[in-house]
């Protein structure tokens, strides 16, 4: 997941350096434009002139993505909007494989000269990176769909959803946490519309419809006696669902310590307990290093599986195409191969999803035209696949891609990007009360926080946003300053038990980074809450000065 | 073309603005020019060559502001989106730190441009690397690297007779390069405004040469260590704390919060031979010469000899605290000391060299407590000499803390951060009592 953005330098990089702050989503639009959709017939010309153009310029494929990506961002504070930005990016990317080598361009001049022109740059690109050589690209086979469209079930639009109705629901959880002792409080509502059009020379011309939703806020309490502050996020989910995701439900709800949240979110609720964690923290006991069974809660347990299962079963990392940036992976074909490599326990059963309801990876089609779908990763402990795209399926000897392909806009060239990876419920009945019972000295880890890994997926450490402390089978109280470090697969081995699928949920990454340049992907991880024995717990307080 | 000159830039700003019928007008113009060429396993992956150029809007009536773009340049396109920024502040709700904007500025002429930078091409590109690829097939290394350039211009103009233009040119190349048996692994990032400063062939060989000297890492204890952090590491542990932000110390949540209250302004914060300021003319790492808001930018210390001596006001912020508005800086350049890297080593008993950083994050904001790991060559050093290669570290520690135990530094080299792609100055240094908190496996 990509680091968040406190860095602030002005300056080239930049090249939205004038629009307002949200110019990193595209050019600020007005609500009704992004209602319309671009003709197909239209977009079906055009791409006519790609493929076309590519094919008489000696490309042995094409393909041409027609994106407009729309996003809108509301941002408060305390008791005001800091921002209400809509934006649209619109433009074209054409992707062409000549004398076996890939070559890009792309271009927001949409009409059927640019498109011609920019092809004719992909074809020129390819040309010259063919003279270094290398091992030709060698695709998957793909069928033509011909012309197909998917959408996301959304049951309400956020983009129809007046700015102002979204500003007073900020405005009023701002109003709870304030009221409630919080020093600051900030929110946010971000809406995601991705409208692509996917055409190639294989005869596919696919039109998708995709949205994700996004709310979130973060409460802090400050100590000016102490110099110290604390801070409580919200329990949220970034959404593959439209606006309906915040109207709250209580047979969407997940009672306990704190309430956390299935596929329906309470905004109000959440910043009113936060509030009271935020204090909470901030008084609470300082977390006293050592081993602790560690009972982890899914919106705390979904990142882990992002960063120590879901990277490094990404099968670009597994054979080096991410070496210069992201990092390789410590699993390897050998290893998949040998058919027994456990890379957790019995309990541990992980799969590939494009198709999940509500989760932030679904689509129809991914970005080079596969149609989706769902599969094994690792089955009983045991590593039995990975995630592939059309030029790496081969390599494992698949005949088919498993559809991982994206690519975050039109200006950028899609790759292997991983769909959501969840690990599956535990067969035995098994609720989160039953499995605390069972413990005695632990940690039961709710939110995440701070989180980092190497670059072959070792050794990580990961914080949270509530601890509380275990003994004898009953929570006792609030901990402080705690963060947990492991070895991937020692820490997957002790996964001792998963709950049951009534605890189900998902998490997900609005931002999930990778690529050279860096390109964000959306993605969920579904999980019950599961409990790992025996792992290293350090305590991450420092003072300065 | 999506490069407009400074005369371009204004004549269309113009013809835009004369459209407005707002209380207040600003409008902005952006357009880069880039490629890009991504290669892995001794071959080019992807590649690609992008261009574009935005036309903003932001219309303001009272405090009420709204935003519109486009990319159509014809006459009734650019009226169209006017009308439409001022239909959409109607509509906005009202921003209580909305600040007028600025009248006419003066500045200086940007020096970011560069005419070799501005004239790169597709074949240009695949020649870098081809010179790249030169060394690690005669090493017998697996390379995977990353070229990219850019060109672009930013434009300014509002209804108070602000302009303001400046262009820029950057080329970005990173290098990383493992032996066949995924034993060794070596790490070279270099950024330039001039591509012709850019040498792909000996960065290359650095990364190799930290390849092969990375095979057969020994395990060593995790715990305090002397260390020499070489620039590409110490630029990405010191990036989290280039952000001199008045508003968020005064609010009591920065490392540069007072105990008690206010912030930590004019107090010693570091040791004194840590000086760090911005200059957009520094020839090596030229920046921007005016802000988001058209506030231009000047040298400014932001550490002088381990003292807080500047922190950034937005507009809003001066105002309402009475002070004038400090614009943030456009780079950063970190003075350093006389040590070559070979001297630090020289001078130690005992320590680890720290070749480059990795996938680090932010664990405790209140004492800038951060956590990552060691990448791409780490070596124990043992009287005065490397002695062999380590495994990589998890460290957590702060750059403030690891800022008060300096025992050297070198001379600034321009930098790459290795996740941002920002270029800093910043010299090797040699600091006492590094916390590594546990041993990884990965290389």
Known sequence: MKRRNFIYLSGIGAGALMLPELSVFGNPIEQEQALEQVDVRIKKELADVALNTAKSKGASYADIRIGRYFSQAIITRENHVQNVGSSESYGIGVRVIVNGCWGFAATNNVTKEGVAKTTENAVAVAKANSKIGGKPVDLAPQKGYGEVSWKTPIEKNAFEVPVKEKVDLLLSVNGAAMTGGASFVSSRILAINEQKYFASTDGSYIDQDIHRLYPSFDVTKIDKTLGGFETRASLSSPVGMGYEYLIPSESEKVQGVVTRYKNRYDMLEDVKNATKNAAEKITAKSVEPGKYDLVLDPSHLWLTIHESVAHPTELDRVLGYEANYAGTSFLSIDKLKSGNFHFGSKNVNIVGDKLQTGSLGAVGYDDEGVKCGKWDIIKDGVLVNFQAIRDQAKMIGLNASQGCCYAQSWDDVQFQRMPNVSLQPGKTPLSVDEMIKGVEKGVYIIGNGSFSIDQQRYNFQFGGQLFYEIKEGKIVGMLNDVAYQANTQEFWNSCVAVCDERDYRLGGAFNDGKGQPSQSNAVSHGTSTARFNGVNVINTKRRIG | ?443
């Open chain 2, 1 to 443: 073309m999506s490069i407009l000159s400074k005369e371009e830039a204004q004549a269309l700003l113009k013809k835009v603005l004369s459209y407005s019928k707002a209380d207040e007008c600003e409008i902005g113009l952006s357009g880069r020019e880039g490629g890009n060429i991504r290669y892995a396993l001794n071959a080019v992956s992807t590649a690609g060559d992008i261009s574009t150029l935005t036309l903003s809007v932001s219309s303001t009536f009272g405090k009420k502001t709204g935003t519109a773009t486009i990319n159509e340049f014809d006459d009734a396109a650019l009226e169209r989106v006017v009308r439409r920024a001022e239909e959409l502040a109607q509509l906005a709700p009202e921003n209580r730190e909305y600040m007028p904007l600025l009248g006419p500025q003066t500045f200086a002429e940007s020096i970011e441009y560069n005419a070799n930078t501005a004239a790169m091409t597709p074949e240009s590109r695949a020649e870098l690397v081809a010179k790249s690829l030169e060394v690690t097939k005669q090493a017998n290394l697996i390379a995977a690297g990353f070229l990219e350039n850019s060109n672009g211009f930013n434009a300014i103009m509002n209804s108070k007779g602000l302009f303001a233009y400046n262009k820029a040119s950057n080329v970005i190349f990173s290098v990383t390069t493992r032996n066949q048996a995924g034993t060794g692994s070596g790490y070279a990032a270099r950024g330039f405004t001039d591509v012709k400063k850019l040498d792909t062939n000996s960065a290359t060989r650095v990364a190799a040469m930290k390849a092969s000297s990375s095979v057969d890492a020994k395990a060593i204890e995790p715990g305090k260590y002397t260390v020499i952090l070489e620039p590409v590491a110490a630029t990405y542990m010191m990036e989290s704390m280039f952000r001199f932000d008045a508003r968020m110390a005064e609010e009591g949540r920065s490392f540069l919060s007072k105990k008690g209250g206010g912030t930590r302004m004019g107090e010693k914060l570091v040791d004194d031979k840590v000086t760090i300021y911005s200059d957009p003319f520094n020839t090596d790492l030229p920046g921007a010469t005016w802000d988001r808001d058209g506030l231009p930018l000047e040298k400014t210390y932001w550490i002088q000899n381990g003292v807080v001596k500047n922190l950034s006001y937005s507009r809003y912020w001066a105002e309402k605290k009475g002070v004038k508005p400090v614009p943030g800086p456009s780079n950063i350049i970190m003075e350093g000391g006389d040590s070559s890297l070979e001297e630090m080593i020289k001078n130690t008993e005992r320590g680890i060299l720290v070749s480059r950083l990795w996938y680090i994050r932010m664990v405790d904001p209140q004492s800038l407590l951060l956590t990552g790991l060691t990448r791409d060559g780490t070596y124990y050093i043992e009287n005065g000499k490397i002695k062999f290669p380590v495994k990589n570290f998890r460290f957590n520690e702060s750059p403030v803390i690891m800022l008060n135990n300096v025992e050297a530094l070198g001379k600034p080299e321009r930098s790459i951060s290795v996740e941002s792609y920002r270029s800093y100055m910043i010299p090797p240094m040699k600091l006492r009592d590094f916390t590594f908190s546990s041993l990884s496996d990965a290389v």
